[in-house]
Every structure is written in structure tokens, then in C-alpha cells.
């Protein structure tokens, strides 16, 4: 068995082009048994086209990848049959129920017989589906329709999983939900690489990479990524007028980014140094300062100054 410190993916270099455009641009990582990877990432950034050529779907244009020890351009066939793919937007089959969709998958992975109703069974109880087991996918609320997408991918019991988006348009609570099972599944040693524009989900996360036009241009847990200080300065203003705030600040080139959290604004310095402009530029606009203090920065502000930097 492999131990926490193996290696699951591990991507060199990793490029594919669709003609003359770099979608994605010599990417390189690891993925380490057990853990759940996130991927970050604006629209268009690349996660998609990278988890396809991971999954052994789409060929890489340069570079090179290993999942779960096959290499995904000389084996996609042996990587395919070894991992759960949720692709983004993954589609069921509208008038197939809950089980015949499980059905139809297990018998794609060879199931037969006592064997599949037993692999059937136990992931429509893993993913609380049972009471509905009969119910048309078609006519299933959007977070029980992507615990069945997930369950479809579980039935060969795959030690790695990736899963594009895969709550995109789902109400918080069928998020949290489909967050426990995630969870308990690492808990369990499956290796998890989830994209996701969540940043409560990247939360979750071991380990984060934030992709920005095909290139990594940051990675590390949660927790490190909101202390390295590189990314910036963030300070929390409160002023008399948090609009005119804003809108005097926002163009300012030492300023990463500037966006309103409830009633004050988190504001990201190039670095601290910085602090005398940005209040010059508030009395400027005649905004009154009532606080500026430094903060640990969310998610969003590490990423909105990384966006802002690259
Ligand atoms: N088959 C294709 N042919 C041409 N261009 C493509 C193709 N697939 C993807 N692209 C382009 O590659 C870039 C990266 O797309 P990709 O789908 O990987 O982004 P993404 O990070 O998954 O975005 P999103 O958050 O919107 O899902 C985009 O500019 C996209 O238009
Ligand atoms: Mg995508």
C-alpha cells in the first residue's frame, strides 16, 4: 500500500496547445497519496485541459505525467481504468433512474452479476441515495444529481479521484455535504484533485495550486499561501464612504486589489511601504479614514492579488 508520502501524480512539464494557443504551459506537481489537491483558477485558466490530459483523455502537446504509476500519454488505458473522473458539467442520462444509471456504469467496468448489485448498493448508501434509488436523474434536485455523478465514478473503487467543478451551481448545504463525502474518502487514502471557484471549498484543501493563463503561478496549503508575505499586504479599511474608498484606490499601481467585505474593504498592498500613499489617496478623494489595520487575508484576496501581479 502506498504511504502518505507517495507519489499519486506527478506532472513534468505538462503543455497542450490547441493550435497556436498555450492553454496549458509547462505545469509541474506532485500529488501525494491521501491528500485533496485544489485547483484554482480563473474561467479559461486551464484546470479543465490539464485534469483531461491527467485522466488520460487528451493528449499532452509537451511534457510528461504519471498517475497512480502509469504514464498518461504512453498508457491512458491502464490510468483510465484505475481513477474516478467527475468531468465539469458531467451529464447523466435525464430518464434513467438513480440505479439504472449505477447499473449501466458497473457493468461498463465489468461488474457482473452479484458483484455489481453489490457495488451498486453500497455507493448508492455511500452517497445517501438510497431512499431514491428509483428516482429519474432528470428529476433529482441539482445536489443529489452530482452525488449520483460521483457515485459513478466510485463503483471500481478508483484510488484517485478528479473531480472538475464538481459543485458548480450547487446550493451551500448540498456543497457541504458533497465536501463530507470528499473528506471521508481522503480520510480513507483516495487522492483527491478537485477545481473548484469556491474558496470555502479550497479551504478544505491540503493543498492548493492557483493556475492563471496555463502557467502555476502558486502553490502551497491554504494556511501558507495566506502568510507569504510575496503576495502582498493586506489591510482592512474601514472609511466614512466605502465606495468612494474604492473607487479612489482600485487604479492605484501599488494597490494588487481592493474589493468590499461587508461593510469595510480589504485592501492588498504591492507591500507595507505603500501605506502612506494609500491614505494620501484617500484624503485626496476626501474619504475619512476611521481604521486601517493590518489583516490575514483570505483566500479570495491572495488570489485576486496573485491574478493582479501576473
Ligand atoms: N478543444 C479546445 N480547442 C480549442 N481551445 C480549447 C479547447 N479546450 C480548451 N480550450 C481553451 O483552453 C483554455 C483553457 O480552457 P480550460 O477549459 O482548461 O479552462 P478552465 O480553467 O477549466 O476554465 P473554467 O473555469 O471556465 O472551467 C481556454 O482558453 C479554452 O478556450
Ligand atoms: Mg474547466
Excluded at 504551459?25 to 479559461?44: C, K, M, Q, T
Excluded at 481504468?81 to 467496468?109: K, N
Excluded at 465489468?110 to 428516482?135: K, M, N, P, Q, Y
Excluded at 501605506?275 to 476611521?290: I, S
Aim: charged share 20%.
Amino acid at each position: 500500500m502506498n504511504g502518505k508520502e507517495a507519489t499519486t501524480v506527478r506532472a513534468r512539464d505538462l503543455t497542450r496547445n490547441f493550435g497556436d494557443f498555450v492553454a496549458v504551459d509547462h505545469v509541474s506537481f506532485e500529488i501525494h497519496a491521501g491528500e485533496i489537491w485544489g485547483f484554482l483558477g480563473p474561467n479559461g485558466a486551464g484546470k479543465s485541459t490539464t485534469i483531461r490530459m491527467l485522466c488520460g483523455v487528451l493528449e499532452p502537446t509537451s511534457g510528461s505525467a504519471e498517475v497512480l504509476g502509469y504514464d498518461v500519454a504512453r498508457d491512458p488505458e491502464a490510468v483510465k481504468l484505475r481513477i474516478g473522473y467527475m468531468s465539469q458539467g458531467s451529464s447523466l442520462w435525464a430518464d434513467l433512474t438513480v440505479e439504472e444509471h449505477m447499473q449501466f456504469y458497473a457493468g461498463m467496468f465489468d461488474f457482473r452479476g452479484a458483484s455489481a448489485r453489490e457495488a451498486v448498493h453500497t455507493w448508492i448508501e455511500r452517497v445517501g441515495l438510497a431512499e431514491r434509488r428509483g428516482v429519474l436523474a432528470g428529476a433529482l434536485p441539482g445536489g443529489y444529481r452530482k452525488r449520483l455523478a460521483l457515485a459513478c465514478t466510485l463503483l471500481h473503487r478508483p484510488q484517485m479521484l478528479f473531480l472538475d467543478e464538481p459543485t458548480a451551481g450547487v446550493d451551500p448545504i448540498s456543497r457541504r455535504e458533497f465536501w463530507d463525502l470528499i473528506v471521508g474518502f481522503a480520510e480513507e487514502g483516495v487522492t483527491v484533485m478537485v477545481s473548484t471557484h469556491y474558496m470555502d471549498e479550497a479551504e478544505h484543501c491540503n493543498q492548493l495550486a492557483f493556475i492563471y493563463g496555463g502557467r502555476v503561478i502558486a502553490r502551497g496549503a491554504p494556511a501558507e499561501l495566506k502568510r507569504d508575505s510575496s503576495i502582498g499586504h493586506t489591510l482592512e479599511l474601514t472609511a466614512s464612504d466605502p465606495i468612494a474608498a474604492l473607487e479612489a484606490i482600485d487604479d492605484a499601481p501599488f494597490v494588487l486589489s481592493a474589493a468590499l467585505i461587508g461593510a469595510s474593504t480589504h485592501v492588498t498592498l504591492r507591500d507595507a511601504s505603500h501605506e502612506p500613499a494609500l491614505r494620501d489617496l484617500l484624503a485626496q478623494a476626501n474619504v475619512a479614514v476611521h481604521d486601517l489595520r493590518p489583516v490575514t487575508p483570505s483566500l479570495e484576496d491572495v488570489f485576486a492579488a496573485l491574478v493582479s501581479q501576473s
